[in-house]
């Protein structure tokens, strides 16, 4: 089954403490890209991928880091997080280099709680 | 900053009614998309629109896009109680295709 895979559903952890969230698509897809989604504030993009090798700043970039080694997987890595970053994140790929071409698919969200 | 604006922010309509949301935004576009999201899932596209065209079907949603005025609406028509979920429009804030862009969507509520 063609789908975008996220890993952990659900964390909580402390502040501070270096967390990574994992994203793994298995449809061959160049784009991939994180959100953040908070109450009143929709989806803001954190960082994009339009391929391996290949990452950029979103919108509120700041306190993540990404890496795109591999084609199928781009984990998203908190190295100090604080409470501000408690938030529910998704993870979306789509074909092709360009999200505004395509449509994205998007994984089934991880709840994040920073305390 | 954000490139696409729903309105209204929640709607509520019978079943069987039809249910129009709107987008505005700011910038010229490549394409607009719209999606939906039932409650805290993941997002579902919807269609998508390119910049050149003004009208699309896709089975019981039509929606249109006027470039002029920086907007458009997504029509849901014969809604049902399934419909019930969050509508974000969503499109491209750089020109490049890249940066993408939501915004905080519409909630519709169909009551039974």
């Known amino acids: 089954e063609a789908q975008v895979t996220q890993n952990p559903r659900y964390l909580i952890t402390v502040t501070g403490k270096k967390l990574t969230v994992t994203c793994s698509q298995n449809?061959?897809?160049?784009?991939m890209s994180w959100y953040r989604q908070d109450p009143g504030l929709g989806l803001r993009q954190i960082y994009y991928?339009?391929?391996?090798?290949?990452?950029d700043k979103g919108d509120v970039p700041e306190g993540y880091k990404v890496s795109r080694k591999e084609k199928r997987n781009f984990p998203l890595i908190l190295e100090s997080p604080s409470p501000n970053q408690t938030s529910l994140y998704f993870c979306?790929?789509?074909?092709?280099?360009?999200?505004?071409?395509?449509?994205?698919?998007f994984g089934p969200g991880t709840r994040l709680t920073v305390l | 900053s954000q490139q696409g604006e729903e309105d209204p922010q929640a709607l509520s309509i019978q079943e069987g009614e039809n249910a129009t949301m709107n987008c505005s935004y700011k910038?010229?576009?490549?394409?607009l998309q719209w999606y939906r999201q039932n409650s805290g899932r993941g997002l579902v596209h919807l269609i998508l629109i390119r910049s050149n065209e003004r009208e699309k079907h896709s089975g019981r949603l039509r929606v249109t896009l006027d470039t002029s005025k920086k907007s458009s609406s997504l029509l849901i028509t014969a809604s049902r109680a399934a419909d019930t979920a969050s509508y974000f429009c969503?499109?491209?804030?750089?020109?490049?295709?890249?940066?993408?862009?939501f915004g905080p969507g519409t909630r519709l509520s169909v009551l039974p």
């Open positions: 991928s339009m391929n391996v090798e290949v990452t």
């Open positions: 979306a790929s789509s074909p092709g280099g360009l999200a505004a071409f395509n449509e994205q698919f």
């Open positions: 449809m061959n897809h160049e784009y």
């Open positions: 969503a499109t491209d804030a750089d020109n490049y295709g890249q940066n993408f862009v």
């Open positions: 910038t010229s576009i490549n394409n």
